[in-house]
């Protein structure tokens, strides 16, 4: 049984739903019970047996009124066209805690890359996490399949299976001879990368900003097509906005967040200097409508707070206060600090921590009303 429980399972929140996910190294079936429904990992009404992570998709409510799941495995011995030959059902129950609706805990953690145990310190050093938000270049890059575990293992050491995370891409995910299946790996929407989600009182979009330089780069060797897929995410914001009832002037909603790897509201330099017309509208779509309290985001490495009124960095337009959050050193001694959160009503604690289980800084943030 070991074998296939090695990990606990992640439990990612996108759209309505928790997608439970698991790293599964020999061929079986998965499926979970919640109650008395079993969710299975099926493609159009087969079981998946071949594929190196399993899914399964369980409404949001649902979980969080019953707070506990049983994660079903059978393995395969031998998977034929008659008669497949399966052993016995391995099952294993995991308490489930839902976000509280007050003094919410959560913890970032961004460009690690490959790096598990350093990050993990980082969070521990914060204290008690009730979701965990990976925001992007959690791996190296998309070209060795067998590294997207350590986004599991991270999941597993910290969360146990039994609170949920916010899953967001980064760029150096998009390279590799496994990037375009890296949708298959992690957590995804419909098979986008791209999403909102809600937890407790908190909502909250994924905006994926895709590759960091311009298309033609000769880095990608023509191997990215983001400008279109960012073009799609606008069509997106504008679809959230339509339906904003159901979004994020939903009944309940206190913190309204948005998550990016990439700070789009700031312009890097050359050759970094990409898509100013798109991200701006980003900007004055979020501004004007959503009106976030805090956007979190990674990408530059560095640990540090962006207010609204600093314009000088905000180039592409000002949403909220932007928390860049997460930074590491490799080498002999491999280093990683994040960034945590404590959402209470109409205020944000920030509070940066490190794998050397030191507090960097404080800061507060006061939500307008």
């Known amino acids: ?26 061929p079986c079936l998965f499926f979970v019970k919640v109650g008395d ?33 049983t994660v079903c495995i059978r393995p395969i011995i031998e998977r034929k066209p008659y008669f497949t030959e399966t052993e016995k059902v391995l099952e294993k129950t995991y308490k489930f805690y839902p976000v509280p609706e007050k003094n919410v805990r959560a913890y970032h953690i961004s460009d690690s890359h490959n790096l598990v145990v350093e990050p993990v310190k980082a969070a521990e050093a914060f204290g008690d996490i009730d ?13 060795d399949p067998s590294k997207f575990i350590n986004i599991y293992e991270i999941c597993s050491l910290l969360m146990k ?42 909502w909250g979009i994924l905006i994926d ?18 400008h279109v897929f960012r073009e799609r995410q606008t069509e997106f914001l504008n679809k959230i906005i339509e339906n904003k009832e159901n979004e994020y002037a939903a009944d309940g909603v206190i913190n309204k967040l948005v998550i990016s790897h990439n700070p789009f509201t700031h312009v890097l ?3 970094f200097d990409i898509e100013k017309d798109i991200f701006s509208e980003w900007t004055r779509l979020l501004k004007e409508n959503v009106k ?29 206060p932007v928390v860049v959050g997460g930074t590491i050193k490799r080498g002999d001694v491999p280093y990683f600090a994040g960034c945590g959160y404590i959402f209470n009503d109409k205020k944000i604690e ?10 960097l800084r404080k800061e507060q943030l006061q939500i307008a009303e």
């Open 1 to 26: 049984m070991n074998e296939y429980f090695n990990l606990a399972p992640a439990v990612f929140a996108v759209d309505k739903y928790y997608q439970i996910m698991m790293p599964c190294e020999k």
């Open 269 to 271: 330099v050359h050759p």
């Open 209 to 226: 900003c895709g590759e960091d330089k311009a298309d033609e780069n000769a880095e990608y060797g023509f191997t990215v097509a983001c």
């Open 292 to 320: 976030p309290d805090v956007m979190i985001c990674g990408h530059l490495h560095e640990i540090n707070v962006y207010y609204p009124e600093n314009t000088e960095w905000n180039t592409n337009g000002s949403i909220c």
């Open 37 to 69: 429904k079993c969710y299975y990992d099926e493609s159009n009404g087969i079981m998946r047996s071949i594929n190196e992570i399993h899914r399964v998709q369980v409404p949001i409510k649902e979980l969080d009124e019953l707070k506990e799941y």
């Open 131 to 143: 979701f965990l938000i990976l925001n992007g270049d959690i791996i190296e890059h998309s070209g």
């Open 350 to 359: 920030i509070v940066f921590t490190d794998s050397n289980g030191v507090t």
């Open 161 to 202: 299976g039994e609170k949920p995370t916010v899953f967001s891409r980064g760029n150096h995910d998009l390279r590799g001879n496994f990037a375009e299946k890296f949708a298959d790996y992690t957590p995804s929407y419909l098979g986008n990368t791209y999403y909102s989600f809600r937890l407790g009182n908190i």
